[in-house]
């Protein structure tokens, strides 16, 4: 079944180059010019890739990823005008899996929507396997697979999509040393689109997280010069 791509794009003269490209691909386009439009798309139905512009007709497309970004991992290309170093790192650091500055080569767009929907596919291979072979079962944490969550001492954790996949990635092998580079190897799509600094990042942000509901209790330990780990909750 062929891939279908919804692109949210407020230039005609784009969505149709976009369009052309990767239905010669043999994708299936949905073409949004407005980013509510987009998401009454994406509750309507399932797609597997989505090229986002940034400056849309009402809102940014930024805003756009932060909210699909809260429950969903499906794959995000930016699509944009702004090329500026700045642009392409917040883009990156927000979730988008990669990103395409304007004017550009429509083939090399088809080919990295290729890319990215392979990695995305791989990725979901290593997470099952991983599931299969390796329960996460740390004391004090739930991991619901199926609905991509985790609660810690009987309350809910509201996890962005990074924060989620290293928390369970650590936790599928409590008392393990991850390096930064393997907590990225699993966790992003593509590592070398973000910056090691990202996992030390969201570790702070996952510690926060975890504090407000154990301020005492710090499951997760940092081993400088190698990594991270968690460690089982002492019940006693």
């Not at 791509?5 to 043999?26: H, K, M, N, Q, R």
Request: no cysteine; aromatic share 6%.
């Amino acid at each position: 079944m062929a891939a279908r791509v919804l692109l949210v794009e407020d230039e005609p003269s784009i969505a149709e180059i976009v369009e052309f490209a990767l239905a010669s691909e043999g994708f299936g386009v949905t073409w949004r010019t407005l980013a509510r439009d987009a998401e009454a798309v994406l509750s309507a139905d399932a797609h597997d890739l989505l090229i986002l512009d940034i400056g849309l007709p009402d809102g940014s497309g930024l805003e756009l990823l932060k909210r699909i970004r809260r429950d969903s991992d499906m794959p995000v290309l930016i699509l944009s005008a702004r090329n500026a170093e700045l642009d392409r790192v917040l883009g990156l650091e927000l979730g988008a899996d990669d990103y395409v500055g304007k004017p550009f080569s429509p083939r090399e767009l088809a080919a990295r929507v290729k890319a990215i929907l392979k990695r995305s596919a791989r990725t979901r291979a290593i997470a099952a396997e991983s599931a299969a072979s390796e329960p996460a079962d740390s004391s004090g944490f739930e991991v619901d697979e199926m609905r991509a969550t985790i609660r810690f001492r009987n309350r809910p954790l509201d996890l962005t999509r990074y924060e989620y996949l290293i928390l369970k990635t650590l936790l599928n092998q409590p008392e393990r040393v991850f390096s930064r580079a393997q907590l990225m190897d699993r966790v992003w799509p593509d590592p070398a689109a973000s910056f090691e600094r990202s996992v030390d990042t969201h570790i702070k942000t996952l510690r926060a997280k975890l504090r407000e509901i154990e301020p005492r209790f710090d499951p997760i330990r940092t081993h400088r010069g190698l990594g991270y780990s968690i460690r089982v909750m002492d019940q006693s």
